[in-house]
């Protein structure tokens, strides 16, 4: 007779998560009772706040241990990382919601953002599949509705594309999930750890459709193709959500199943394919980048590229490797930010500031957006003097030391590719005015240009400061 | 593992789910209606589901039981919401056809 | 193969029924065709139409909130079997999920999506 299963210590892991569940309760409700013309900022307020609050309470989990809830959720440095992560790109996202999007739609969309952001945070420290499939579920469901917000006949569609899309790979994915439990018994990923898993065909299979799942989710090359038509459906705030969310919570259950569930015992070349398809992203999104006319889809093809990059430094499945991800990812997230939030303040519901054409001349009008757009477009080349910089050459460093050296010769070619792609927007921008009439540039409040500000700050501090969470591998079990 | 508690071999339930699995993935291939394509994402799904009972009996372990019952849960949230989209998409439309979904370029 | 025996010999009963019962009246009866027989049967206009034609885009939204709100039960299932083990801490568990899906139940009720416009 069980009264009562779990302690303190289980609901006070997930006190973040709650948080960001009551206030995505409380934000649609507020939305309804709100005056008309005080929507916007009474959603944007109370879902800001709540994010902070979650964003303290997640802080000080960072020196606990163990799992709760029966081993579905593990606490630790590497969950705490990755849920702050998930809390930054949130926060981020909601003040582009200032500008963008109508006021009637706000607060729906801030509520389904905070769900979203829900199942991410379950995805940070996700340690059983169940949870894995619960968070992935959350985070995805509420980007179908999210994508398809806006009034353009291509939001609704890229909405569709999404979920038709999604669901398939999420099918697959299952379907994996299914064969792991049917390959160890058990839910918990730490049981696919047993040495005699090495060889069971069920280990084998089922991971090859999860990481088909995990692959699609994280956009990666060939599983790509639905993320530059999504990120350009989709309105502005969610874009910015999505490419950072996403990846950060699909890297921290890829991390996890890497570093803690594999059987001891297994061959390297069990994970071969999942190289393989990082190098190939690499180049297909780099050269995707090139032939662009939208922010948007730059950036979506920029995002594949990116989760390239990333897993190099998860390649060789070393400690040092994974403090390095992490450090790239923190500077990925606040660089992919700071262009989004760059083209939210050029844009207003129609969202102007997405088309590249938007940027032709920029510095002669608003010097100071043309500056950080510059700076954030250099960090995503990865030039210094910007985290993109330090970033790369870290993840170039366990691409060598690991023997995976051919994922490094890839990685500096994308990056010689990806060149052009950056530097033909940053020549647009200090271009000359070309004497034709550019439509009115709307005026972004201060938040905005606040925000703007810090992220630049910050990508260049981190390149001084090289803050990689030292102790972060013994949390990954 | 205990397969004695099968009344046929583990072999055949992978089978079935298998073919389930691949029924649906054809649906999602050749239908052209979303609302087939939705019918046959729920097949994938179900074919999981046909597996993770199957595990469940097999090793004793109820997590496949709630498991599969979390399935089927998210799986109606997601018909609902793939409802809600198709019928946002296509309010002006006059077919229901997944090919006329041709704004965004591929 | 021994355990499908039985599933084999019901598929075969079912099909020869069905095919009895198709087959059989086009070889007993004897056809008298006349015009009366191919009008619509009994009662009621002639139909201008296709029958299966559209019908209100409602209907697909009724349709959606009630598959929601009804698998959403399915979660009740594992809650009614360890009822009695679990004992308070599962009955408020189960308040604070009826409670949600309530929240959302109001959130549909206030927003307009039961009203039949």
């Not at chain 1, 994010?51 to 303290?56: D, K, M, Q, R, V």
């Not at chain 1, 829900?118 to 999210?146: K, R």
């Not at chain 1, 070619?413 to 034709?436: C, E, H, N, Q, V």
Request: with cysteine.
């Amino acid at each position: 007779m069980i009264a009562n299963p779990t302690t303190q210590v289980d609901w006070n892991g997930i006190a973040p998560i709650i948080t960001i569940a009551v206030t995505a309760l409380v934000v649609p409700f507020a939305d309804l009772f709100a005056r008309t013309h005080a929507k916007r900022w009474v959603a944007i307020l109370i879902g800001g706040l709540g994010t902070l609050l979650a964003a303290g309470l997640c802080a000080q989990q960072y020196g606990s241990t163990g799992t709760v809830f029966g081993g579905a959720f593990a606490l630790g440095g590497f969950t705490v990382v990755f849920e702050e992560i998930v809390l930054l790109a949130l926060f981020g996202s909601l003040l582009l919601f200032a500008t963008t999007m109508q006021e009637r739609r706000v607060g729906g969309s801030v509520a389904l953002m905070l769900w979203s952001a829900c199942g991410a945070l379950l995805m940070a420290g996700a340690s059983n599949l169940m949870t894995v499939f619960l968070g992935i579920e959350l985070l995805s469901l509420a980007l179908y509705c999210l994508c398809g917000m806006n009034d353009r006949p291509a939001s609704r569609e890229s909405a569709l594309k999404y979920l038709v899309l999604s669901s398939t790979a999420s099918g697959f994915m299952l379907l994996g999930m299914a064969l792991l439990f049917g390959a160890s018994g058990s839910v918990a990923l730490s049981s696919l750890t047993l040495g005699g898993l090495a060889t069971s065909s069920f280990l084998w299979s089922g991971s090859a459709l999860f990481f088909v799942g995990l692959a699609f989710k994280m956009s990666l090359a060939p599983f790509h193709a639905w993320s530059p038509d999504v990120y350009e459906g989709a309105p502005m705030p969610v874009t910015a959500f999505m490419s950072v969310a996403t990846k950060a919570a699909t890297l921290a259950v890829l991390a996890r199943f890497l570093y803690a569930a594999l059987p001891t015992g297994m061959s390297s070349a069990f994970l071969l394919p999942i190289w393989i398809l990082a190098g190939l992203s690499m180049l297909v999104g780099n050269l995707g980048m090139l032939a662009q006319t939208d922010l948007k889809r730059l950036l979506a093809y920029s995002g594949v590229a990116q989760a390239g990059y990333l897993l190099v430094a998860l390649a060789g499945t070393t400690a040092l490797g994974l403090r390095y991800a992490i450090y790239y990812l923190v500077a990925y997230a606040i660089m992919n930010l700071g262009a989004f939030s760059v083209a939210a303040a050029l844009s207003d519901e129609k969202e102007a500031g997405s088309a590249l054409s938007a940027y032709h001349a920029l510095a002669s009008r608003r010097p100071y957006l043309a500056a950080m757009m510059s700076l954030f477009l250099l960090a995503l080349a990865g030039l210094p003097p910007t985290a993109g910089f330090l970033g790369k050459i870290l993840l170039l460093s366990t691409g060598v030391a690991t023997g995976y050296w051919w994922l490094a010769v890839l990685l500096i070619l994308g990056t010689a590719i990806s060149l052009f792609a950056y530097a033909k927007i940053i020549r647009a921008m200090y271009a000359r005015p070309d004497g034709k009439a550019q439509p009115e540039l709307p005026v972004a409040p201060w938040p905005a240009m606040i925000s703007i500000a810090l992220y630049g700050i910050a990508l260049v501090v981190m390149t001084f400061y090289p803050l990689t969470p030292s102790n972060i591998v013994p949390f990954v079990r | 593992m205990d397969l004695t508690v099968l009344p046929v071999a583990l072999g055949d339930y992978i089978g079935l789910s298998l073919v389930i699995f691949f029924i649906g993935v054809a649906g999602i291939a050749l239908r052209r209606n979303p609302l087939i394509v939705l019918m046959s994402i729920e097949l994938m799904w179900n074919a999981a589901n046909l597996l993770f009972i199957t595990f469940a009996r097999v090793y004793m372990n109820n997590a496949g039981h709630i498991f599969a019952f979390l399935v089927i849960t998210v799986a109606a949230a997601e018909a609902a919401i793939g409802l809600a989209i198709v019928v946002v998409v296509f309010r002006n439309a006059k077919n229901v056809d997944v090919d006329d979904v041709r704004i965004l370029r591929g | 193969m021994a355990p499908y025996g039985s599933v084999a010999l019901y598929l075969c009963v079912a099909l020869a029924a069905a095919l009895l019962f198709t087959v059989l009246p086009g070889l007993l009866a004897k056809p008298k065709p006349n015009a009366h027989k191919d009008e619509a049967y009994e009662c009621g206009v002639e139909p201008t139409s296709s029958v299966s034609g559209r019908f209100p885009v409602r209907f697909y939204l009724i349709a959606m909130l009630f598959v929601v709100f009804d698998v959403e039960a399915a979660s009740f299932y594992p809650w009614a079997v360890q009822m009695h083990a679990l004992r308070m801490f599962g009955l408020l568990e189960m308040a604070v999920f009826v409670v949600v899906l309530g929240i959302g139940y109001a959130y549909v009720w206030k927003k307009g999506g039961f009203s039949w416009r």
